[in-house]
């Protein structure tokens, strides 16, 4: 699986949970998904159960709290799926 | 006004629906599946419709329970319908909510790998973050706020049949009391087999037309078997004339008055059935918290749930009114169309109380050409409408009744400016 391909499948998951004056094109790698996507908290655990779902792994609690940006939630599923 | 109703997902659409008679009650194969003995039911057709044209993002694509979709869309549709806008960025303390639901943890939503449940599974957290507020009682309130943003009470009742019809007593009082300038009231069921089951298992639903699912729901009529379930949901925007006359909002209609009541579980009330001394009770005090007379009622819009229970409920109506024979009112239910949306109804129904008002006319009850002869005998069978008739409506009595032993009666009035 490459980087980029993980990119689009989590945008995808990501994208319901945005807010609607958030585009889908400003998620960016760079991006904390709380701080600069304004994604709500509570959210955090349906887009690790739908990132979950979608790429057959099983993602920690303790993992959950380093998923921070969206580059940190792409390396995790890298190297859940290696 | 705003609604979700199994003929019909609008209010112009519902009025069409009711004008034509226009049943929503369908055949369901997973019912017949799972051995139900009623296997008709109405669902509103969420498919005829893009939920993200009507609700944020989020919630259109992420909400699945049934009651809380249907709250949303009747709830956003009587906000906008009232002329007024979700509000983006502040809170509006002078608006506030009454928006009750029946059960909405037993929703189709439970769907989730039944029965293999996660929670049984050891996999509870799989439920994720929206398990709690779908299932909460006022989970229909908080989801409608999250879109509306008002700021004064936000509550939630849950009185079974009579949810939706106190829901707007209650928008009715607190206005009354100048605690708030507007109050949007309304209820919600959702449906499908995990509620449905529930009450086929108690032997009241309509086991008898699983071949002519239409004709199910037959209120009043000599072989009602059991009522028909369904889901929606309905929403009246309830305003202190002062403040709609201020800023120039659509009037439908005024509330008069109304009561809630009930009849303890004695005396001849059970769980499922009515007290009549209660019934009674509830009509004659609505009546006078309105103000008015029984012979200012131009029509009832009745419970009748196409049980053994109509005719008694005809009685009941009846010796409140002291009216019978060719005296007694016009009398209708949209049940004959949609079954019975349980803590929906009520609001559902008051939708189609409120457009026959302000649109004068009577509405069809279907399936009704034998009508029961205990009914016969106490009023004339043209008092039951089987067609769509132009009449002029000034005044209508709502009632719903509960299971608990609870009954709502409201007073409505034609609105003329003044």
Redo the contacts between chains.
């Keep these: 699986m490459t980087r980029e391909t993980v990119k689009t499948d989590l945008i995808n998951i990501i994208k319901?949970?945005?807010p609607?004056n958030i585009m889908e094109n400003e998620v960016s790698e760079d991006k904390h998904l709380i701080n600069d996507l304004m994604i709500n908290s509570?959210?955090i655990?349906?887009i690790v159960?739908d990132i979950e779902d979608k790429f057959d792994i099983m993602i920690d609690d303790d993992v959950i709290g380093e998923m921070n940006t969206v580059q940190d939630s792409i390396d995790v599923v890298l190297q859940k799926t290696a | 006004m705003g609604v979700v109703a199994a003929n019909a997902i609008g209010v112009d659409n519902y009025e069409k629906a009711l004008r034509e008679g226009k049943s929503g009650i369908k055949h369901w194969e997973e019912l017949d599946k799972i051995n139900l003995k009623c296997q008709i039911g109405g669902a509103p057709d969420l498919s005829s419709i893009t939920l993200g044209d009507h609700l944020p993002r989020l919630l259109a694509e992420k909400i699945t329970n049934k009651g809380i979709l249907y709250a949303m869309l009747s709830g956003v549709e009587a906000w906008k319908d009232a002329g007024l806008e979700p509000n983006t960025e502040t809170r509006d303390f002078n608006s506030g909510m009454i928006f009750g639901a029946g059960d909405l943890s037993f929703d189709s939503f439970i769907n989730r790998p039944f029965p293999s449940y996660p929670i049984d599974n050891g996999e509870s957290r799989k439920l994720g973050s929206r398990t709690i507020s779908e299932c909460m009682n006022s989970g229909a309130a908080a989801y409608l706020n999250s879109i509306l943003g008002v700021g004064n009470r936000v509550q939630s009742n849950s009185s079974a049949c009579i949810t939706g019809s106190e829901a707007v007593l209650m928008g009715y009082e607190y206005l009354s009391q100048g605690r708030a300038d507007r109050m949007i009231c309304g209820s919600t069921e959702g449906d499908g087999r995990y509620i449905w089951a529930a009450f086929d298992a108690m032997r009241v639903l309509c086991s008898n037309s699983n071949d002519n699912p239409e004709f199910g729901s037959r209120p009043m009529s000599d072989s009602s078997s059991g009522f028909v379930p369904s889901g929606g949901s309905g929403a009246l925007v309830l305003e202190t004339l002062e403040s709609a006359k201020a800023r120039g909002a659509k009037i439908y209609g005024e509330v008069l008055g109304g009561h809630v009541n009930s009849g303890g579980q004695r005396s001849g009330g059970t769980m499922t059935a009515a007290n009549p001394e209660a019934v009674v009770d509830c009509i004659t005090r609505a009546m006078d918290s309105a103000g008015i007379k029984p012979d200012e009622i131009d029509l009832i819009n009745g419970h009748l749930t196409s049980t053994k229970g109509d005719p008694a409920e005809i009685r009941n109506w009846v010796k409140a009114l002291g009216r019978s024979g060719k005296d007694f009112p016009m009398i209708n239910t949209p049940k004959s169309m949609i079954g019975h949306a349980v803590a929906g109804a009520g609001s559902v129904e008051l939708v189609a109380s409120v457009l026959q008002l302000y649109k004068d006319f009577v509405h069809p009850n279907l399936n009704v050409e034998n009508i029961h002869p205990e009914i016969l005998s106490e009023i004339f069978g043209g008092c039951i409408p089987t067609s769509c008739q132009s009449l002029e409506v000034n005044t209508v009595i709502k009632a719903n009744f509960g299971f608990g032993d609870l009954n709502c009666a409201l007073v409505l009035r034609k609105y003329k400016e003044r």
Aim: glycine share 0%.
């Design positions: 319901p949970y945005l609607e509570a959210h655990v349906d159960l």
